[in-house]
Every structure is written in C-alpha cells, then in structure tokens.
C-alpha cells in the first residue's frame, strides 16, 4: 500500500462545476499537509497548505482529517484554467515528504 | 528574486555512465531536496540536505548520492546509470524543514539509452 494515495481520476468537469479531491496517508506522525498543481511537463507549484481547522483560498478549500488520515481538496466554479494534476503531499517533523501519483482534473467548455 | 534554478534542463547518457545534475535554490531558503519524477508519477523523494548534511532519505541505492554546498547549493549524482533511471528530476528548496511548503526547479529530464 502507498504511503499516500490518491484517486488518479481523470475527473472531466464542464466550466462552473464544483470538483473534490480526496487523499488518504498512512503514518500517522504525518505533521504538515500541502496540495500542489502540476500542468504537463512543468514543476510543482504550491496551491495551498492545509491545516486541521481547514482553509480556504478564493475558489479553493482544504479540509485536513487527522483522526482519518484525510485530505481533501475542494474546487468551486471550475475554471479551463484549473485543468491541472493536483498532487497531494505529506511531510513528517523530520523533513521527509511523500506525494501521491496525483489527481487529473480536465475542465471543459 | 530568483527562484530555484535546475542545470541541465536535458540530459542524455548511456547505461552505465554517471551523471551530475545542480541546483540553487530560492534565495533565503537553506535546505534542498531531490525528487525524481517519472511519467504519470508523483515526485519520488531521493533525500534532503541541510547544514551540508543528508538528512532524510528515501528508498534509493547508493548510486545516488548528493552534496550541499556552503552556498547551500546542491548536486546530485547517479552512478552506473540504468535505463529505469530515465526521469524528470526535481530539486525543490525550502526553508528548514519545509513547513510552508517547497519551491521547485523547472527539473532536468535525464534520459539514459
């Protein structure tokens, strides 16, 4: 079983629509979360950290579930823009990070 | 304000060669890891330097190694290259240990015939 995991989709969603993303992780001394973004064939690029009382950032809402070992990921009003991989990410206190395989999202007209 | 700079962007080499791949990081940031990347996968975490240091590694063979520089730029090193280690190498840096999250490089994409 991977560390952490994610539903590889690909999600195809019409412009406007509201899209989540789910992510499990398995360590449990797991100390920060994070969501990226990334288009094809470029780096990485931080979306959002994701904290216990959740967050949100315009368009975009983290939830963190500790007692689960959940993520997720929620987008409103989809733009062609957030067609992407949205990778979800786990650090332990020690430095390590592990990233899921990623979610595709496509948005179309 | 430069970000993280990656050199090579392209790379090929032959089975059994070594290779060499850089990368400085943001500035202000003081600790850099290594992932590699292959097609349809999420980054695979190679190891983390700090202070100079390797101090977190992933499940890689010694073929892989690394450095940090006093400038706390880093290298990374693959030898006797092997065809499964074509990929897309990332070199992301943060500050300690990355609680607000990483800055990555544009990558160097190896590829080894």
């Known amino acids: 079983r991977k560390e952490v995991e994610q539903d590889p989709g690909p999600f195809n969603v019409p412009e406007g629509a509201t899209v989540a993303f789910n992510c499990t992780y398995s360590?449990?001394?797991?100390?920060?979360f994070f969501w990226y973004r990334q288009d094809c064939r470029k780096e990485p690029k931080l979306l959002m950290s994701?904290?216990?009382s959740g967050n949100e950032d315009g368009r975009f809402t983290a939830q963190l579930n500790r007692a689960s070992q959940y993520i997720s990921l929620l987008i409103r009003d989809s733009k062609l823009s957030d067609s992407a991989t949205y990778l979800c990410?786990?650090?332990?206190?020690?430095?390590?990070?592990?990233f899921g395989d990623g979610t595709t999202l496509t948005v179309k007209p | 304000d430069a970000g993280v700079t990656q050199s090579p962007t392209h790379l090929i080499k032959t089975r059994g060669q070594q290779v060499t791949l850089r990368c400085s990081p943001k500035?202000?940031?003081?600790?850099v890891s290594w992932y590699q990347q292959a097609l349809g996968q999420g980054p695979q975490f190679i190891f983390q330097?700090?202070?100079?240091?390797?101090?977190q590694r992933g499940n890689f063979p010694d073929r892989f190694s690394g450095h940090q520089f006093p400038n706390y730029s880093s290298e990374l090193n693959v030898n006797a290259l092997l065809l499964g280690d074509s990929a897309l190498y990332l070199c992301?840096?943060?500050?300690?240990?990355?609680?607000?999250?990483?800055?990555f490089g544009s990558g160097t994409r190896l590829t080894v015939v």
């Open positions: 330097y700090y202070e100079e240091e390797e101090r």
């Open positions: 360590n449990s001394a797991s100390q920060s």
């Open positions: 992301a840096s943060s500050l300690d240990l990355g609680f607000d999250g990483y800055t």
């Open positions: 994701v904290y216990s």
């Open positions: 990410v786990v650090n332990t206190n020690a430095g390590k990070s592990t």
């Open positions: 500035s202000g940031h003081d600790t």
